[in-house]
Nanobody, 124 residues
Framework: QVQLVESGGGSVQAGGSLRLSCVAS????????MAWFRQAPGKEREFVAA????????YYADSVKGRFTISRDNAKNTVYLQMNSLKPEDTALYYC?????????????????WGQGTQVTVSS
């Protein structure tokens, strides 16, 4: 099992920045990809960004490309999501997820482990 704990959410004004963190524990050696998803009220969970634990290849949703950056610190078993130029439409509950299969994926059902989420609210 892998446990994921997110932190760093909060309330900011449009144009502001936040950095989310996700600390992984347990059988982390079994995971190949880490990702961030988000879910706004009444909407489906959507892919935001993913990173490969070894090698660091990154992938982004078009809606956040150029504004968000995913990174990882293997020594700390931590994945980050730096969010800049935030918009009201970025408001959502942000989840960290881990995937065992060594192929990148952008659908929620492809991920094996999930955190509890951290709320991000962007006001105009």
């Amino acid at each position: 099992q892998v446990q994921l704990v997110e932190s760093g959410g909060g309330s900011v004004q449009a144009g502001g920045s936040l950095r989310l963190s996700c600390v992984a524990s347990g059988r982390t050696f079994s995971t190949n990809y880490m990702a961030w998803f988000r879910q706004a009220p009444g909407k489906e969970r959507e892919f935001v960004a993913a990173i490969k634990w070894n090698g660091g290849s990154t992938y982004y949703a078009d809606s956040v490309k150029g504004r968000f950056t995913i990174s990882r610190d293997n020594a700390k078993n931590t994945v980050y999501l730096q969010m800049n130029s935030l918009k009201p439409e970025d408001t959502a509950l942000y989840y960290c997820a881990a995937r065992r299969v060594p192929i990148v994926a952008t659908t929620a059902e492809s991920y094996d482990y999930w955190g509890q989420g951290t709320q991000v609210t962007v006001s105009s």
